[in-house]
C-alpha cells in the first residue's frame, strides 16, 4: 500500500511561487516495473483535474493551463514528487493532491490508485 504526504502548500499572492512536496511511504512500484506520478487539483465547486505528470520513463505532461509555469520533478532517493509553481495565479487557488499508479499515463487520461489528502493553495490579488 502506497501512501502519500503532500506539503508546501500555503497563501501567496499573484505571481509568486510555491513548491509543493509528496513523500511516498513506499515509493511506487520502484524496480517492480512501470509508474506515474502525479498532481491534481480541485477547486470549490469545480471537478478535480490533472495538472501533471511524470512517469517512471521521466516523460513529463501538463494541463494546459499551467504549462510554462509549473515543473513536476521527483527525487527517487528520497521517495518524494515536486511541483515547483511559479507565476501563481488566482485560477490557481485549489487543494492539490498527489497521486500515484502502475503505467504509464498522461495528464488528463489518467485515473490513479492512490491518492494523498491534499495540501491548500491559495493565491490571492
Known amino acids: 500500500q502506497v501512501q502519500l504526504v503532500e506539503s508546501g502548500g500555503g497563501s501567496v499572492e499573484v505571481g509568486g511561487s510555491l513548491r509543493l512536496s509528496c513523500a511516498a511511504s513506499?515509493?511506487?512500484?520502484?524496480?517492480?516495473?512501470?509508474?506515474?506520478l502525479g498532481w491534481f487539483r480541485q477547486a470549490p465547486g469545480k471537478e478535480r483535474e490533472g495538472v501533471a505528470v511524470?512517469?517512471?520513463?521521466?516523460?513529463?505532461t501538463y494541463a494546459r493551463s499551467v504549462k510554462d509555469r509549473f515543473t513536476i520533478s521527483e527525487d527517487t532517493a528520497k521517495s518524494t514528487l515536486y511541483l515547483q509553481m511559479n507565476n501563481l495565479k488566482p485560477e490557481d487557488t485549489a487543494m492539490y493532491y498527489c497521486?500515484?499508479?502502475?503505467?504509464?499515463?498522461?495528464?488528463?487520461?489518467?485515473?490513479?490508485?492512490?491518492w494523498g489528502q491534499g495540501t491548500q493553495v491559495t493565491v490571492s490579488s
Open positions: 511524470i512517469d517512471s520513463g521521466g516523460t513529463t
Open positions: 513506499v515509493y511506487p512500484y520502484s524496480g517492480a516495473g512501470t509508474y506515474s
Open positions: 497521486a500515484a499508479g502502475p503505467g504509464w499515463w498522461e495528464v488528463g487520461d489518467w485515473v490513479p490508485d492512490y
